[in-house]
């Protein structure tokens, strides 16, 4: 048996970028950046790694409607590493396929948490006086 699971908690730096891969297949991609903050000695330093996260489908359709760049982001899924050249030098590319996307927003969003998951028909939001509903792709 073996794992293949990642999660990140970070702010999301772009909009979500949709496309349609063929007639019944869609792909949004957007980047989230982590920052870790560590001593050097007596300083305070901090490091920002950035994400590309790619999510299919129904999720895609729920992650292109809600996820606004700056929003922070809870990403859970696995880690794919695909090799490619490019100018005759190897290139490596890394990315997080998404299988939940959690959102937490300011009033400004107009909705407070977004929980979807990858395979799921709907999204359960929660409005900023509190109400959970469901919403669709």
């Known amino acids: ?6 999660t990140i908690l970070g702010h999301v730096g772009n909009d979500p970028e949709m496309r349609d891969v063929n007639s019944d ?5 957007f ?20 994400h590309t996260v790619e999510c299919w489908n129904g999720l895609a359709e729920i992650v ?3 996820v606004r760049k700056g929003m922070p982001v809870y990403v859970e899924g696995r880690l794919e590493i695909q ?3 490019k100018d005759g ?3 490596l590319a890394v990315r997080i396929v998404a299988e939940e996307v959690i959102l937490w927003a300011t009033k ?6 977004l929980d979807a998951r990858a395979g799921d028909q709907q999204a359960a939001l929660v409005d900023e006086e509190g109400a959970a509903r469901g919403v669709g792709r």
């Open 1 to 6: 048996r073996s794992i293949n699971k990642i």
């Open 25 to 29: 297949r869609s792909v949004a991609r």
């Open 31 to 50: 980047r989230v950046a982590t920052t870790r903050r560590y001593k050097s000695g007596h300083d305070s330093k901090e490091e920002t790694t950035w």
């Open 64 to 66: 292109e409607k809600y």
């Open 83 to 85: 090799t490619y050249q």
């Open 89 to 91: 030098q190897d290139k």
């Open 108 to 113: 400004e969003f107009g909705f407070v948490a």
